[in-house]
């Protein structure tokens, strides 16, 4: 059985730090792109990082200074490492996976696979 599962959202400060975790299981890291997205109500779900089979990461311009994917495929886990923090990143967060590794995208669409998310509020 595929899964993912999110963990490490909490209510932070302004400037403050959180990383999040998606544990999987299911997945071979060498076949699969493995992304992070973001969705607050009322608003379409947006990527915000990802990162390649061969662990390319990548960042969406308007975050890469603040925002790093990570993996470690020894225990099957993905990590969003965030950084200074705005209360503008205030949204849940998902990890999800896709198998179209010619095309790692931040566009949700080629992602199959989902987490359920974890919140993340920042206050200022």
């Known amino acids: 059985v595929q899964q993912l599962l999110e963990t490490g959202g909490d209510s932070v400060q302004a400037g403050g730090s959180l990383r999040l975790s998606c544990a999987t299981s299911g997945f071979d890291y060498d076949k699969y792109c493995l992304g992070w997205f973001r969705q607050v109500p009322g608003k379409a779900r947006e990527g915000v990082a990802y990162i390649t089979p061969r662990n390319g990461a990548y960042s969406l311009p308007s975050l890469m200074d603040r925002f790093t994917a990570s993996k470690d495929s020894a225990t099957s886990t993905v990590y969003l490492e965030m950084n200074s923090l705005k209360p503008e990143d205030t949204a849940m967060y998902y990890c999800?996976?896709?198998?179209?590794?010619?095309?790692?995208?931040?566009?949700?669409?080629?992602?199959?696979?989902w987490g359920k998310g974890t919140q993340v509020t920042v206050s200022s």
């Open positions: 999800a996976a896709t198998d179209q590794i010619y095309t790692c995208t931040t566009r949700p669409g080629p992602y199959k696979h």
